[in-house]
């Protein structure tokens, strides 16, 4: 459903309706793409190439949405078990740090705010909710009355968030 480079590491987060996300490590094809010897761009892609470092299990349903924090080993998911889970990972393992619970229906996305210490998610319950990262607690939520919320996206100084709905507005 989802697939998210880390800003810095090596590293890919993916998820998918099997209720998993996946950790990545995609070093060894950096490696080889920076390597003088490849001829073909079909030499470059290979599954072993990029290495399965954990799967990370604990959502109920169909996971929607994975990303990476730009700065602390943390990532966020959300799912159709209206759950956004916060997940600690280190090089060779992860595990879920906990739950943030408020949904209504199947979370759509969330992401981590570049600047704040704050996760925001949204909904097919048509709210947007701004979530506290340190105490884990609901900070404000914002409903439409006759549209979904479908995608989230920060500005680069973490000050404006766009939302994606059903009709664009």
Same mark, same amino acid.
């Given at each position: ?10 590293? &890919? ?23 003088? +010897?490849?001829?073909? %761009?079909?030499?470059?892609? +290979? ?17 929607? @949405?994975?990303?990476? *924090? %730009?700065?602390?080993?943390? &990532? ?10 916060? @997940? ?5 393992? #992860?595990?879920?740090?906990? +739950?943030?619970?408020? *949904? ?9 705010? %570049?600047?704040?210490? &704050? ?8 709210? &947007? ?20 919320? @479908?995608?989230? #996206?920060? *500005? ?14």
């Amino acid at each position: 459903m989802c697939a998210q480079f880390h800003q810095s590491k090596d590293l &890919i987060i993916s998820c998918s309706l099997d209720q998993t996300l996946r950790l990545w490590d995609f070093s060894n094809l950096r490696k080889k793409y920076t390597s003088t +010897s490849i001829k073909k %761009p079909t030499e470059i892609y +290979s599954a072993n190439d990029v290495e399965l470092k954990c799967v990370l299990e604990g959502h109920d349903r169909g996971v929607n @949405w994975c990303c990476f *924090h %730009p700065t602390l080993n943390l &990532i966020a998911s959300g799912a159709d078990d209206r759950k956004v889970k916060l @997940w600690k990972y280190v090089d060779t393992k #992860a595990w879920e740090h906990d +739950s943030l619970y408020g *949904h209504g229906h199947n979370v759509s996305s969330v992401i981590f705010s %570049p600047k704040m210490d &704050i996760v925001v998610s949204d909904s097919e319950d048509k709210t &947007i909710r701004i979530w506290d990262l340190n105490k884990r607690l609901l900070i404000e939520t914002y409903k439409r009355e006759q549209e979904r919320f @479908w995608m989230l #996206a920060f *500005h680069h100084e973490g000050n404006l968030i766009a939302a994606g709905s059903d009709n664009g507005n």
